[in-house]
């Protein structure tokens, strides 16, 4: 900043924003179990995303800076944008030797991960979903980036088991999400509230523009696949109806983006609810438990919301499989709590 009279530089009076890295280090103490890995498991994290940020925003170029047989400037194989960024988050992870094993959506299997001494002494397995609202990269709107961190439950030094996936959101130790939108933000809690790191393309670097993430303490706008309406359970059609109703603080606003950590992430800052019910024909619904669900349901928790598969949190539901998927309410407490209400007025008709 210049004094106009001087033309000199003054001082800028605003603080320096908070660095993620710094962010990291200085709450390191606070993170479960503190020994560093979580850190260096979430820097990992930060890494990944800032890759997979870069291509996502060359999306658009892709058939322009990409000749035929999909081949790039640098002669690789141009990937779908899902595999390069499931393919980026896996060896960013696994080259590092920080984690003991890795599930994602792109994956029917999880990956077991051995460190380069053939050992197994990694703390932490890491379920991701790489690309969430993949189908936006077409249409140049928002995708994501949903991951969630749990402690092994088998024994440190021997290779990981489904078990280690397959625990109950409460026992996550860490979640976030990286919103690549119109600008690239990653939110993340290991379990004392929420922050959001805003990155600096210029500088390659995430600074903490949203601490201490809460919800509005009213929220008014509702987000769903309204056109599957005549497939939902009777109590989700009238928490619409409900939501449509001219009377007090209603109707509330409806948006819908179609990926559910920008669905979410509007949510968490303006105050709203997401539903993604079961549905006549995905009687389970169509979100993961394991990498969509349970992380956003912790940030929700984290930022003093809810979030619910209906008649249950969704961070008890215990899971039985890695590709599981449950019916997800998550959003305002309040907001969450109607719709819940709703379910349960329906179902006792
Ligand atoms: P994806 O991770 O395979 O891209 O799909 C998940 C997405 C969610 O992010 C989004 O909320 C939902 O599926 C949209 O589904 P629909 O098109 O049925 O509304
Ligand atoms: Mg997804």
Same mark, same amino acid.
């Given at each position: 900043? /210049?004094?106009?009279?001087?033309?000199?530089?003054?001082?800028?009076?605003?603080?320096?924003?908070?660095?993620l890295?710094e %962010?990291?280090?200085?709450?390191q103490s606070d993170?479960?179990?503190?020994?560093?890995?979580?850190?260096?498991l979430?820097?990992?994290?930060r890494?990944?995303?800032?890759?997979?940020?870069?291509?996502?925003?060359?999306?658009?170029?892709?058939?322009?800076?990409?000749?035929?047989?999909n081949?790039n400037?640098?002669?690789?194989?141009?990937?779908?944008?899902?595999?390069?960024?499931?393919?980026?988050?896996?060896?960013?992870?696994?080259?590092?030797e920080?984690?003991?094993?890795?599930?994602s959506?792109?994956?029917?299997d %999880?990956i077991a991960?051995?460190g380069s001494?053939?050992?197994?002494?990694?703390?932490?397995?890491?379920?991701?979903?790489?690309?969430d609202?993949?189908?936006?990269i077409?249409?140049?709107? @928002?995708?994501?980036?949903? %991951? /969630?961190?749990?402690?092994?439950?088998?024994?440190?030094?021997?290779?990981?088991?489904?078990?280690?996936?397959?625990?109950?959101?409460? +026992?996550q130790?860490?979640?976030?999400?990286?919103?690549?939108?119109?600008s690239?933000?990653?939110?993340?809690?290991?379990?004392?509230?929420?922050?959001?790191?805003?990155?600096n393309?210029?500088?390659?670097?995430?600074?903490?523009?949203?601490?201490?993430?809460r919800?509005?303490?009213?929220?008014?706008?509702?987000?769903?696949?309204?056109?599957?309406?005549?497939?939902?359970?009777?109590?989700?059609k009238?928490?619409?109806?409900?939501?449509?109703?001219?009377?007090?603080?209603?109707?509330?606003?409806?948006?819908?983006?179609?990926?559910?950590?920008?669905?979410?992430h509007r /949510?968490?800052?303006?105050?709203?609810?997401f539903?993604? @019910?079961?549905?006549?024909?995905a009687?389970t619904g169509?979100?993961?438990?394991?990498?969509?669900?349970n992380?956003?349901?912790?940030?929700?928790?984290?930022?003093g919301?809810?979030?619910?598969?209906?008649?249950?949190r969704? +961070?008890?539901?215990? @899971?039985?499989?890695?590709?599981q998927?449950?019916?997800? %309410?998550?959003?305002?407490a309040? +907001?969450v709590?109607?719709?819940?209400?709703?379910?349960?007025?329906a /179902?006792?008709?």
């Amino acid at each position: 900043m /210049s004094n106009p009279k001087t033309n000199r530089l003054t001082p800028n009076s605003k603080p320096t924003p908070q660095t993620l890295g710094e %962010f990291l280090i200085d709450n390191q103490s606070d993170f479960p179990f503190a020994s560093g890995e979580l850190t260096r498991l979430l820097n990992s994290i930060r890494l990944a995303a800032k890759v997979v940020n870069h291509n996502v925003n060359q999306a658009g170029l892709v058939d322009i800076t990409g000749a035929a047989q999909n081949i790039n400037v640098q002669g690789e194989e141009q990937m779908k944008l899902d595999v390069f960024a499931d393919v980026t988050f896996i060896n960013t992870l696994t080259n590092r030797e920080i984690v003991c094993g890795i599930a994602s959506e792109e994956n029917e299997d %999880f990956i077991a991960v051995a460190g380069s001494d053939g050992g197994h002494k990694q703390h932490y397995v890491v379920l991701i979903d790489p690309l969430d609202g993949s189908s936006n990269i077409d249409i140049n709107a @928002p995708v994501g980036t949903i %991951f /969630s961190i749990y402690r092994r439950t088998s024994p440190q030094g021997t290779p990981v088991k489904l078990e280690d996936f397959l625990q109950p959101g409460n +026992m996550q130790v860490a979640a976030g999400y990286v919103l690549y939108g119109t600008s690239t933000i990653m939110v993340f809690t290991t379990g004392n509230g929420v922050n959001g790191f805003t990155l600096n393309p210029a500088l390659g670097t995430y600074y903490r523009s949203h601490p201490d993430m809460r919800f509005p303490e009213k929220g008014n706008i509702y987000s769903v696949n309204e056109g599957k309406y005549a497939t939902f359970p009777q109590g989700v059609k009238d928490y619409i109806k409900y939501c449509q109703k001219e009377e007090d603080d209603r109707p509330y606003t409806s948006r819908y983006i179609g990926a559910l950590a920008a669905d979410f992430h509007r /949510s968490l800052i303006k105050g709203g609810i997401f539903l993604y @019910p079961e549905t006549s024909t995905a009687p389970t619904g169509k979100l993961r438990l394991l990498y969509e669900c349970n992380p956003i349901a912790m940030i929700a928790e984290q930022a003093g919301g809810k979030a619910s598969n209906g008649t249950q949190r969704i +961070m008890e539901v215990k @899971p039985t499989e890695l590709h599981q998927r449950v019916p997800f %309410f998550c959003g305002n407490a309040e +907001m969450v709590d109607d719709v819940e209400r709703c379910i349960a007025e329906a /179902s006792n008709t």
